[in-house]
């Protein structure tokens, strides 16, 4: 196994300021934490630096007229401003997953992480959600056009839903987006329900999977096991991309999952093994979110450690609250799952 890490310690200059809930330092404190264990040493891993987006590259999936905006400054979303520098910052994001890409079709690596990406709220028009560019549809609409892909999987496990991408690829039956999250009554950005399957020629290639607060481990695994593997098995995508950074775990800030460091690895493993039976083991992984810095680094190394098969001992840094079990809302996701099902059996032989 040869694992690309797309990085550079410019990526601290993606901070929204002060009193944002997005600050740079998460890059560096990551990479504090992967050499602290010894990975930069460790033959499987290969740290790359990735190279700048061309605006070329962004209208790939934005407008002009966006992009434009973007250099002036201008914002319209108050939880994104853009201040300057930050364009420039978010330029490298999207050059890391589009390089992550590349490199594991080219054959150079069995799968790549992103360092910054899975900027899923944005849109072909619109900044969002702490979200400039949308990277995660940028790499999968170049891999389309560079390689002639017909068939491209993007698994969304960030706790919030991934509605910029959901909206890019709402038509378009190349992608099939599945997107795990928390029940979208309970948090931003308020779409994400599981009727909301893709139009057109994109109807049934949006998989949305809303699972109530605190969801666990284990309602995890068999969401896993239950619809994104069978999906995986049936739609044989040429490339997987994951996006989804710490935002699940039980002590994230701004959301009420029940994720574990345990379970961020078994993510990581799941996405491995499918991706070894059907599609030659090319993953592409994009890792940015995260509202809670001590355990960010933590989670972020566990969804890495999964994916590349490399063991790590990872403690966690709060301890486990008593209340919260490793099958927390069990029963509730599975209600959630056969729901899904039935929403998508037409469209779907897997869930006949």
């Known amino acids: 196994m040869k694992v690309a890490i797309l990085y550079s310690d410019e ?5 929204f300021g002060p009193g944002h809930p997005f600050r740079g330092d998460r890059f560096l ?55 300057p520098g930050i364009d420039k910052a978010a330029r490298l994001i999207v050059g890391a997953s589009m390089m992550a890409g590349e490199v594991v079709m080219d054959g150079k690596y069995d799968s790549a992480v992103g360092i910054g990406g899975g900027m899923h709220h944005a849109g072909r028009s619109r900044e969002a959600g702490f979200c400039i560019f949308n990277d995660v ?30 909206e890019i690829f709402y038509e ?6 599945v997107d ?19 139009r057109g020629e994109g109807e049934g290639f949006t998989v949305n999977i809303p699972l109530p607060p605190w969801s666990s481990d284990y309602a995890y695994e068999l969401v ?15 490339i997987i991309i994951r996006n989804g950074g710490s935002d699940p775990h039980f002590k994230d800030e701004l959301t009420q999952l029940g ?65 919260l079990s490793r099958d927390y809302g069990l029963k509730e996701v599975e209600k959630v799952i056969q729901e899904v099902k039935a929403t998508l059996r037409d469209y779907w032989g897997c869930f006949s």
């Open 180 to 198: 795990i999250h928390q029940d979208p009554r309970t948090l931003y950005p308020g779409v994400g329900f599981i009727e909301e399957i893709g």
């Open 29 to 83: 404190n990551f990479m504090k934490l992967f050499k602290e264990k010894g990975l930069d040493e460790n033959p499987v891993f290969k740290i790359i630096k990735p190279e700048y987006a061309s605006e070329r590259d962004l209208m790939l999936i934005h407008t002009e007229e966006y992009i434009q905006r973007v250099k002036r400054y201008e914002s319209r979303d108050i939880d994104t401003p853009l201040i």
């Open 259 to 323: 994720l574990t460091l345990e379970g961020f690895r078994m993510i990581g493993r799941k996405v491995r093994a499918v991706a070894d039976r059907v599609c030659g083991g090319k993953v592409v992984d994009l890792i940015c979110s995260g509202y809670n810095p001590t355990v960010l680094p933590y989670a972020w190394l566990a969804l890495i450690c999964g994916v590349s098969g490399v063991d790590v001992e990872l403690e966690e840094p709060f301890p486990f609250p008593t209340w």
């Open 224 to 238: 896993l096991d239950e619809l994104f593997i069978p999906l995986v098995e049936e739609f044989k995508p040429e």
């Open 172 to 177: 378009d039956p190349r992608v099939l987006l």
């Open 137 to 166: 549809a940028i790499c999968a609409e170049n891999l389309i056009r560079r390689y002639g892909l017909k068939r491209v999987l993007i698994l969304d496990t960030d706790a919030h839903a991934g509605d910029g991408t959901a």
């Open 11 to 15: 990526l601290k200059r993606y901070d």
